[in-house]
C-alpha cells in the first residue's frame, strides 16, 4: 500500500478559527468552557464551549450569502473553504468528500427553525456541502457516533489505498442544542463544572461544539508543515450496551491491537496518546483498563476535552488535528481539568505542557453503542 497523509487542516472553535490558534490557546492552557446560564438554551446551568455566531456569520460572510445556511452548514463550509483554499486541489473526479457528525442539522427541528425539516436529514446535509463547492463525487457521510471523526479519516485512508480517490476532503461537526444536552442531561452524565478527565473528582461530561476540516492524500509534495502519515488504523465495536462501554474494554483493546500490527509497529513505538477522555466513570475507567491491556500504561496521555468539552463526532477529528500540531511542535499539552488519578488501573496523564521529541502518535475515540477507532500517525520528514 502506498502511503497516505493526512496534510492541510482547520478548526473552528470557541478557542479560535483556525488550527494555529486554537493549538497556541491550547498551549497557553486557556479553555473554551464557560457556565452557560441561558434558560433559552437549557433549563439549567451546564458548562460547554459555544462558537460565537457573530465571529462565525462574519466569516462566513465573504464565503456565502448567509440566509440560505444553517448554523452548522456555515460552520463546516467556513472550515473547509480553508482546507481547500490552502490546498489548491482541483475539485477533480479524483477526490472525495466526506462529512462526519452525530446529528447534524438536529436544530432544524425544533420549533422556531426557518429551515425546512428536511434539512435534518444527514444525506441533505452532505449534498448542501457537496454543490456549494461543486464536488463531482457524492458526499460520504460517516455517522458512527462519537468515533466518526477520526473513522473519517480511516475510511478515507482506505478509498485512497483501493484507488478510488487520490485525495479526499473531511469535514466534521457538531453543535450544542436542547436535545442533545438533554439526552446526556437522562443520562446524569452531564456537568456544570469544566469537566475533569480521568481525575479522581470528575463529575461528568461537558458538551461543546466545533468544526474540523482535513485533507487526505496520497500525494507527497505541497503538504502541510505539520502533516503526517497514516501507519495503521482499525475499529472494533464490542457490542457491549448502547450507551455503556465494555467493562474490560474489548473493543478499544483490540483496535488499538489490530492498528499496531497494521502499522507493523510495536506499542514502545508510541510517543504519545491522544486520548477520548469524556470524564465520565464509566469511559474514563475502561480506557485505563483497555491501555493497560495494550501496554500503554506508561505513554504520555491527554484529553483534549477540558478545552472544548466533547464536540460528539467532530471530536475525533479535532483532536487528530491537535495531535499533528503537538508533533510538530514537539509538546505534550497538559490534560486541562486533571488533579489525581481516579481510575483503577495507572495511565501517564499529562500534568504540565512539556517539551519532548515526538515521531508516533495514536489517537483513539470510544462511542455510544461499542464502537471503538484507533488510528496511528507519523510525523513525515520533509525533504
Excluded: W
Amino acid at each position: 500500500m502506498n502511503e497516505v497523509y493526512v496534510s492541510y487542516n482547520n478548526i473552528i472553535s470557541s478557542l479560535g478559527f483556525d488550527s494555529e490558534t486554537v493549538v497556541s490557546n491550547i498551549h497557553n492552557e486557556v479553555s473554551g468552557l464557560q457556565l452557560i446560564t441561558d434558560k433559552s438554551k437549557f433549563s439549567q446551568p451546564f458548562c460547554s464551549s459555544l462558537i460565537d455566531q457573530k465571529k462565525l456569520d462574519h466569516k462566513f460572510a465573504s464565503i456565502g450569502a448567509e440566509d440560505h445556511f444553517t448554523r452548522l452548514e456555515k460552520m463546516m463550509i467556513s472550515s473547509l473553504d480553508d482546507v481547500i483554499q490552502a490546498s489548491g486541489i482541483p475539485l477533480t473526479k479524483k477526490v472525495g468528500l466526506i462529512i462526519s457528525t452525530t446529528k447534524g442539522n438536529i436544530d432544524v427541528l425544533d420549533k422556531n427553525s426557518k429551515f425546512p425539516k428536511e434539512r435534518a436529514y444527514l444525506s441533505v446535509l452532505g449534498q448542501i456541502i457537496k454543490d456549494f463547492f461543486k464536488f463531482k463525487n457524492d458526499a460520504i457521510v460517516v455517522s458512527n457516533a462519537c468515533v466518526s471523526g477520526v473513522l473519517a479519516i480511516a475510511v478515507a485512508k482506505r478509498f485512497i489505498n483501493q484507488g478510488v480517490y487520490d485525495d479526499v476532503f473531511i469535514v466534521s461537526g457538531d453543535i450544542v442544542t436542547e436535545f442533545i444536552l438533554s439526552g446526556f442531561n437522562s443520562f446524569q452524565a452531564l456537568s456544570s463544572a469544566p469537566c475533569k478527565p480521568y481525575c479522581e473528582n470528575r463529575t461528568g461530561i461537558n458538551i461543546g461544539e466545533v468544526a474540523a476540516s482535513v485533507l487526505v492524500t496520497n500525494t507527497k509534495s505541497n503538504l502541510a508543515k505539520e502533516a503526517v502519515t497514516i501507519l495503521g488504523e482499525s475499529s472494533c465495536n464490542d457490542a457491549n450496551h448502547i450507551s455503556g462501554p465494555s467493562r474490560t474494554g474489548e473493543g478499544l483493546y483490540r483496535s488499538i491491537k489490530s492498528a499496531l500490527i497494521e502499522a507493523d509497529i510495536s506499542q514502545d513505538n508510541i510517543d504519545y496518546l491522544s486520548a477520548h477522555g469524556t470524564a465520565t466513570p464509566f469511559n474514563d475507567e475502561m480506557e485505563a483498563i483497555a491501555f493497560n491491556r495494550a501496554g500503554l500504561q506508561n505513554v504520555p496521555l491527554n484529553s483534549l476535552k477540558g478545552y472544548f468539552g466533547h464536540t460528539l463526532g467532530a471530536s475525533g477529528l479535532l483532536e487528530t488535528i491537535v495531535g499533528m500540531h503537538s508533533l510538530y511542535n514537539n509538546k505534550l499539552y497538559v490534560s486541562l481539568g486533571f488533579e489525581s488519578l481516579g481510575v483503577s488501573k495507572p495511565i501517564n496523564v499529562i500534568a504540565k505542557t512539556k517539551t519532548q521529541k515526538m515521531n508516533i502518535f495514536l489517537k483513539t475515540a470510544s462511542g455510544f453503542g461499542g464502537c471503538n477507532t484507533a488510528v496511528i500517525f507519523k510525523k513525515v520528514n520533509h525533504v
